[in-house]
């Protein structure tokens, strides 16, 4: 099971931390990735680790998000910095049971496992 938290209500500029705990699960098992999903929108990509270690992230917020994994707490984390009001959206976490190690997947439809959302909303 995988759980994210740390949503809230920020101002543009601002940062936020979102944190994803696996239960039942070790996150250095599988590639994990964050995702979003805005309001009207389609769920797209954010970023993801894979099993080695290595990070991607997509155009859109790179540069501001930096995706790590504490292994000794079993969390994935989501540093989001420089906060812009298109960040607005419910960010999920998921787990790749099926990647290569050094691989890192951004379809969704492609990772197994969800948690529950977490919403972020920017505010201008």
């Known amino acids: 099971q995988l759980q994210a938290c740390g949503g809230g209500l920020v101002q543009a500029g601002g940062s936020l931390r979102l944190s994803c705990a696996a239960s039942?699960?070790?996150?250095?098992?599988?590639?994990m990735g964050w995702f979003r999903q805005a309001p009207g929108k389609e769920r797209e990509f954010v970023t993801a680790i894979s099993r080695g270690g290595g990070t991607y992230a997509a155009d859109s917020v790179k540069g501001r998000f930096t995706i790590s994994r504490d292994n000794a707490k079993n969390t994935v984390f989501l540093q989001m910095n420089r906060l812009k009001r298109e960040d607005t959206a419910v960010y999920y976490c998921?787990?790749?049971?099926?990647?290569?190690?050094?691989?890192?997947?951004?379809?969704?439809?492609?990772?197994?496992?969800w948690g529950r959302g977490t919403l972020v909303t920017v505010s201008s």
């Open positions: 998921a787990a790749d049971a099926t990647t290569e190690y050094y691989n890192i997947r951004t379809m969704g439809a492609e990772y197994d496992y």
């Open positions: 039942g699960r070790t996150v250095s098992d599988y590639a």
